[in-house]
C-alpha cells in the first residue's frame, strides 16, 4: 500500500487558549487572531494537492479547516475522533484553579499518569487509543494521497510521540503551536514517521493589515 502524507493543524487560537483556560470538549470559538491565522493557514496551504481534509467537530477546529477547504475545493468532514481530550470536570477552569482547588489530582495530571481521568473525562491512554485508531483508520483511506487533519494540542501531542516512538509519559519538547504545519508520513504495518514539525513560517512573516486583521 501506498504511503499517506498527513499534514495536521492544531486549530486556531481562542480566547480561553490565552487565559490558559481547558477547553476539552466545550465549544469554544476562535478568538481575532485565531480566524487570522486560519486565513494565514489557508493561504499556505492553497498550493497544496489535498486529498481530503477531516476536523475534528468542535467549532474552532471546524472553522480552522473550513478556511483551509475554502481555499483549496478539498473535500471536509468532520470526524469527532479528532476532538480534544476529554476533561470532565476540569473543563471551563484554568489550570491554576486545578491545582489550588485539587493538588492531589492536578500532581496526576502533571506527571502524565496514563491511566488517570478527571471525573467524567478521559484518560490518556484512552486518548491516545482514540487519536491513533482515527488517524489509521482515516489515512488508510487515502493510499498515496495528501490528507489533512485539523484538530486540538493533545490530538496532535499524541501523533507527536506516536511518529517519534516516544512513551506517554515522556516530558514534551516540542510545540503544539495554533495553526502551525506539521507533517507526518502513514505507511501500512509501520504507522507514522515524522516529516517536519511547527512550521509557523505562514504566520511570522505574514503582513497584518486592515483586511486580516
Known amino acids: 500500500m501506498d504511503a499517506t502524507r498527513l499534514i495536521v493543524v492544531r486549530h486556531g487560537e481562542t480566547a480561553w487558549n490565552v487565559d490558559t483556560r481547558i477547553q476539552g470538549h466545550l465549544d469554544i470559538p476562535l478568538n481575532a487572531t485565531?480566524?487570522?491565522?486560519?486565513?494565514?493557514?489557508?493561504?499556505?496551504?492553497a498550493g497544496e494537492a489535498i486529498s481530503a481534509i477531516y476536523t475534528s467537530d468542535l467549532l474552532r477546529a471546524r472553522t480552522t479547516a473550513q478556511a483551509v477547504a475554502d481555499a483549496t475545493g478539498a473535500r471536509l468532514a468532520d470526524e469527532p475522533g479528532l476532538r480534544e481530550r476529554a476533561f470532565g470536570l476540569f473543563q471551563g477552569r484554568t489550570f491554576a484553579e486545578v491545582e489550588a482547588e485539587q493538588p492531589e489530582q492536578a500532581r496526576r495530571w502533571r506527571q502524565r499518569d496514563p491511566d488517570y481521568a478527571p471525573e467524567g473525562g478521559e484518560s490518556l491512554r484512552a486518548l491516545r487509543e482514540r487519536v491513533?485508531?482515527?488517524?489509521?483508520?482515516?489515512a488508510a483511506r487515502h493510499p498515496g494521497g495528501l490528507v489533512?487533519?485539523?484538530?486540538?494540542?493533545?490530538?496532535?501531542?499524541?501523533?507527536?510521540?506516536?511518529?517519534?516512538?516516544?512513551?506517554?509519559?515522556?516530558?514534551?519538547?516540542?510545540?503544539?503551536?495554533?495553526?502551525?504545519?506539521?507533517?507526518?508520513l502513514w505507511t501500512h504495518g509501520h504507522g507514522l514517521s515524522l516529516v517536519g514539525w511547527a512550521d509557523t513560517q505562514h504566520l511570522e512573516h505574514a503582513t497584518r493589515d486592515e483586511t486580516t486583521a
Open 132 to 138: 491513533i485508531g482515527t488517524t489509521h483508520r482515516l
Open 34 to 45: 485565531g480566524l487570522w491565522q486560519a486565513r494565514q493557514l489557508a493561504g499556505a496551504l
Open 148 to 184: 489533512l487533519l485539523v484538530a486540538h494540542g493533545g490530538v496532535l501531542d499524541v501523533l507527536y510521540r506516536a511518529a517519534t516512538r516516544q512513551d506517554i509519559q515522556a516530558p514534551r519538547t516540542w510545540q503544539l503551536g495554533n495553526a502551525a504545519i506539521n507533517r507526518l
